[in-house]
């Protein structure tokens, strides 16, 4: 019915590998062309692309995944120093609600995702019962014409 998909962790390979790639083309971006602080002031934050992408398109674990990696891309090795004035909860929320609404939103949209792949399943079950029905009464009248036929020559 589908197709076997290489896992790793049972993560889909092409979902990890797409992962890293957008994070990694909108990283070398950020470096290249902009001030490298990979988007702190930019709002819708662009790794927002790549949760909602892979979520969309694989399912939950996928999209878990992909949080997963935008948050280390976001702060790994850049993560800023707390301003003078300002509290040390302001400052982790701050930096940290992008990450937890990453993972929010990718839970949601994974959900959302499965939802659609099990009614599909559903649907591909249903319509191999409604062939294999449906070659079956083809057989039973095939027989019951040849026992008619078999029969009006008897007569």
């Given at each position: 019915?589908?197709?076997?998909?290489?896992?790793?962790?049972?993560?889909?390979?092409?979902?990890?590998?797409?992962?890293i790639?957008?994070?990694?083309?909108?990283?070398?971006?950020?470096?290249?062309?902009?001030?490298?602080?990979?988007?702190?002031?930019?709002?819708?934050?662009?790794?927002?692309?790549?949760?909602?992408?892979?979520?969309?398109?694989?399912?939950?674990?996928?999209?878990?995944f992909?949080?997963?990696?935008?948050?280390?891309?976001?702060?790994?090795?850049?993560?800023?120093?707390q301003?003078?004035?300002?509290?040390?909860?302001?400052?982790?929320?701050?930096?940290?609600?992008?990450?937890?609404?990453?993972?929010?939103?990718?839970?949601?949209?994974?959900?959302?995702?499965?939802?659609?792949?099990?009614?599909?399943?559903?649907?591909?079950?249903?319509?191999?019962?409604?062939?294999?029905?449906?070659?079956?009464?083809s057989?039973?009248?095939?027989?019951?014409?040849?026992r008619?036929?078999?029969?009006?020559?008897?007569?």
């Amino acid at each position: 019915m589908q197709p076997n998909h290489k896992k790793i962790l049972g993560l889909r390979v092409s979902a990890m590998i797409e992962t890293i790639l957008m994070l990694l083309v909108l990283t070398v971006i950020d470096v290249a062309l902009l001030d490298g602080n990979r988007f702190f002031d930019v709002n819708p934050h662009p790794y927002w692309i790549v949760v909602l992408l892979i979520g969309v398109q694989y399912g939950t674990n996928e999209a878990l995944f992909a949080a997963g990696m935008s948050t280390v891309f976001y702060l790994f090795g850049n993560m800023p120093e707390q301003p003078a004035g300002i509290e040390r909860y302001d400052f982790l929320y701050s930096v940290l609600i992008n990450p937890i609404l990453w993972f929010m939103v990718g839970w949601i949209i994974g959900e959302l995702r499965q939802r659609h792949i099990r009614e599909r399943n559903g649907l591909m079950r249903e319509l191999e019962e409604s062939s294999s029905r449906e070659e079956l009464i083809s057989d039973s009248y095939t027989f019951v014409k040849g026992r008619k036929e078999a029969l009006e020559i008897q007569v």
